[in-house]
């Protein structure tokens, strides 16, 4: 049976939800940026305006001020756009219980099943567009198709607040002539890859041969070549079912450069306690720690190590980060940004193999959980490290709380 | 256009319907919502911001009242 899938992209979504709450920003270039005084001073989002002056998303603001002189800049809030994605998320429910958030502003619709109540995938995505504007007073775009690939594509071709369709009768001409990097997955050096064996759009990509593609790209190839098809037959999860988690992490920019190992162990406990704390909310253990390294100049890499049991204590998160980064770090640079990472999961209540030379983790463990419900009671800051104390400017972020959007995969 | 936070006397029923009964403009002055002729989620355009806008009808004339999180509001003008 063809399905019908709608996927659904809020537009300039931090961008709009700033202008509805502010009308004096209407018809002016707004931008949604970090902090530039703690050094998160980069651009967000942005409106129309602002995109026509040509500013982009990920350029530090003084980039953005220079390209665009009347440019206002406002400090995000994350508490609202959850508020609005939330609410977005309901008006969806009304017409399929298969909703797949895809980040904060973008979702898939499997309505499949409820086009006979509400008419076909165009009617369904018109309805949600007009009560998003009239509801909310935010614009959406949405692509509908008989895949989820494609459904996303859909939504990113006609902005603001339209509908594209794309049918397994129309997608050759419709998909096909894109530029080959706007297929979900297709980033800069896949990108490359693919240009330098003349690929350009995704018509030259569905056309070549799978095997020439797995030859050059790994399994990749076949997944791509499939994306190219629309042969995707990847489902839309159902509403409310929890993402299976594979990792949990957090990372920061620091509101200065880490320049020798006692920074980096302040920031890594900091890291270590929010990701501990995390794991234990979920009733989860990593085997499996990772350090994420980012320097001044932007040069990042990523390393991983096994823990020599299971454990959800940001002691030991803490010491086999630092472990890991003094392996493989050189201090050739000052350090921007650094995360930590548990993976490799494993939940609480099973079976572990026990430690015969380590002492008895449980100690440790009642501590730990301790500082959670003291937290959870007084605040992040009620107990602390007494380590943090020595730089409060550099330590003073709660990485639990303070960041609450998680990237999210594809593949999951 | 401003928007105007008022205090409003409401009567909440036991199914967790609100239904505004007064309006207590910033000046003290009362005002009698007659009656509410509409309730829905909607943006305020004008003033800014979202939330459960009642329309109601005041003194003859049509008025929004916003609710957005617990605090209400009223588009534009001054009192009538």
Known sequence: MVRTILHCDLNNFYASVECLYRPELRGKPVAVGGDVEERRGIILAKNMLAKQAGVKTGEA???????????????????????????ARNIYADYSDRIESFGIDESWIDATGSTHLFGDGVQIAGT???RLREELGISGSVGVSWNKIFAKLGSDMKKPDATTIITPENFREVVWPLPVEELLYVGRSTKAKLNNRAIFTIGD??????HLLKLSLGVWGETLSNFANGLDPSPVARAGEESFIKSVGNSTTTPRDLVNDEDVKLIAFVLADSVAARLR??????????????NNELYSFERQGKLTGASFLARDIARK?????????????????????GADLATMDGSFQLDLFERDAVEQEQLERTVDRLRERFGSYSIQRCAMLQDTKLTGFDPKTDHVIHPVSFFR | MEKTFVTVTAEHDPSG???????????????????????????????????????????????????????????????S
């Open chain 1, 205 to 210: 990509l569905a056309r070549r041969d799978v």
């Open chain 1, 61 to 87: 603001i003084w980039q953005a001020r220079q390209k665009c002189p009347g440019l206002v800049c406002v400090p995000p809030d994350y508490r609202k756009y959850l508020r609005f994605s939330r609410l």
């Open chain 1, 281 to 294: 909310r979920h009733g989860l253990k990593c085997r499996t720690v990772a350090v994420h390294i980012r």
């Open chain 1, 321 to 341: 980060a630092m472990e890991l980064f003094r392996q493989h770090y050189t201090w050739d640079r000052p350090i921007r940004s650094l995360g930590v990472r």
């Open chain 1, 128 to 130: 949600i567009r007009r």
């Open chain 2, 17 to 79: 319907k609100t239904k505004p009964l007064w309006l207590n403009w910033t000046d003290g002055k009362q005002y009698e919502i007659d009656r509410v002729t509409d309730v829905r989620q909607a943006p305020a355009l004008k003033g800014g911001g979202m939330g459960m806008r009642y329309t109601c009808k005041i003194r003859g004339k049509e008025v929004y009242l916003f609710e957005d999180e617990g605090r209400w509001f009223v588009e534009g003008k001054n009192s």
